[in-house]
């Protein structure tokens, strides 16, 4: 079993930046692939970032490619997403996820689900 808390949303202009931070439980995050996902008002939840248990591969999706970075402290056992150049459209819920064997997009294959932290971008 793994827990996952989310912090680090809040209020930003346009063009700021946030970090995300998700703190996991257990002695076991070294396990997991770990993975940030988001769900705009009125969407469907979507995937965002994610990465392999080393950190070593990065998977991202197209619309924050280049402006958001996924990253591991595997000896703190925290993940982070580091956003930045933010835009309106990245105003959500963001969740961070967990899961054992390889990286994939879909939400259905994440096994474990923190409770989520609002990101609002104002423009």
């Known amino acids: 079993q793994v827990q996952l808390v989310e912090s680090g949303g809040g209020l930003v202009q346009a063009g700021g930046s946030l970090r995300l931070s998700c703190a996991a439980s257990?002695?076991?995050?070294?396990?997991?692939?770990m993975g940030w996902f988001r769900r705009a008002p009125e969407k469907e939840r979507e995937f965002v970032s994610a990465?392999?248990?080393?950190?070593?591969?990065?998977d991202y999706a197209d619309s924050v490619k280049g402006r958001f970075t996924i990253s591991r402290d595997n000896a703190k056992n925290t993940v982070y997403l580091q956003m930045n150049s933010l835009k309106p459209e990245d105003t959500a819920v963001y969740y961070c996820?967990?899961?054992?064997?390889?990286?994939?997009?879909?939400?259905?294959?994440?096994?474990?689900w923190g409770q989520g932290t609002q990101v609002t971008v104002s423009s």
């Open positions: 990465l392999t248990r080393s950190g070593g591969n990065t």
């Open positions: 996820a967990a899961k054992r064997g390889s990286l994939l997009r879909g939400l259905g294959s994440w096994d474990y």
């Open positions: 257990g002695r076991t995050f070294g396990s997991y692939a």
